[in-house]
C-alpha cells in the first residue's frame, strides 16, 4: 500500500469531536494539522493526546524572534508535536532557532499562501524565502495547493525537499494538480471534517491520488 498523502487539518475546537475523527480517520492519513484555536480552547495537552492518533504538525506560524520561536518550538516538542510551521518572512535565524530545537521536530516554512493577500508581499519575496528556508534547515516547505504555477515554482527552488499544500477543496485547488506540481501532501481540512462522510472522502482523495503516484 502506498504511503498516505494527506494532512488532516482539523480545525475543529470540541475536543472530543476531533479525537474522535482522528480515531476513524488515522489509517488513511499521513498526519494532522492542529492550529492555535484548538491549543486556546484545549490546551498543550491537546497536542499530546492527538498524537496517540497520528503524527501532529501544529500549525503556529511561529512569526517572532528566535528566542521566542525556539520557545514555541520546543513547547510543541515536549507535547510530543511531530511538526511546527513557521513563518519564513521572519529571516533565517528566525526560521533555523525552530530548526536547532531538536532532530527529533520536523520544522515546515511556509513561502507563500493559499489567499488574495499573498500577492501584496508574500509572493513577492518566495525566492529569497525559499532559499533562507533550505539554508535554515528546514525538513519542509508550505505552499499553496490552489496555485500550481507557485506550488511548481517552489518545487523547482527547493529541490527534494518535502512540501505540504493547503488549499485543496473548499479553496479550489485538487489534490491532483498540487501532487502533479510537486506537493508532496495535501492538506485538507473542511472538505474532510465538514463531509458526511468523512472516512469515504478521504479514502477517495487516496484513491485519486494513488492513480497518479508511483
Ligand atoms: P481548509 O482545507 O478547510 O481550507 O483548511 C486549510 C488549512 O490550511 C487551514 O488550517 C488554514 O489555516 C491553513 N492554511 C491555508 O489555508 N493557506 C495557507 O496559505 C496556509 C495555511 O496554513
Known amino acids: 500500500m502506498s504511503e498516505k498523502r494527506v494532512i488532516l487539518s482539523l480545525d475543529i475546537t470540541d475536543e472530543p469531536s476531533a479525537l474522535r475523527l482522528a480515531e476513524q480517520l ?3 492519513i499521513f498526519a494532522i494539522k492542529i492550529g492555535l484555536a484548538s491549543i486556546i480552547v484545549n490546551g498543550g495537552k491537546y497536542i499530546r493526546d492527538m498524537s496517540s492518533y497520528a503524527k501532529v504538525i501544529c500549525d503556529f506560524k511561529s512569526a517572532d524572534i528566535p528566542k521566542t520561536n525556539a520557545q514555541i ?3 510543541a516538542l515536549e507535547y510530543n508535536a511531530w511538526g511546527i510551521i513557521v513563518q519564513a518572512f521572519t529571516g533565517k535565524d528566525a526560521i533555523k532557532a525552530s530548526v536547532d530545537v531538536s532532530d527529533r521536530l520536523k520544522v515546515f516554512s511556509l513561502v507563500s499562501m493559499t489567499h488574495e493577500g499573498a500577492s501584496y508581499f508574500i509572493d513577492k519575496h518566495v525566492e529569497e524565502m525559499a532559499k533562507i528556508s533550505i539554508e535554515a534547515g528546514v525538513y519542509g516547505i508550505v505552499a499553496p495547493g490552489n496555485r500550481p504555477e507557485t506550488l511548481a ?7 527534494e525537499k518535502k ?7 473548499v479553496q479550489g485547488g485538487d489534490p491532483i494538480t498540487a501532487i502533479k506540481n510537486g506537493s508532496d501532501y495535501v492538506i485538507i481540512g473542511r472538505t474532510i471534517y465538514e463531509s458526511k462522510d468523512p472516512l469515504g472522502t478521504v479514502k477517495e482523495i487516496n484513491r485519486a491520488i494513488s492513480a497518479v503516484i508511483r
Open 163 to 169: 512540501i505540504i499544500s493547503p488549499g485543496i477543496g
Open 73 to 75: 518550538a520546543q513547547k
Open 26 to 28: 488515522e489509517g488513511e
Open 153 to 159: 515554482k517552489v518545487r523547482k527552488l527547493v529541490g
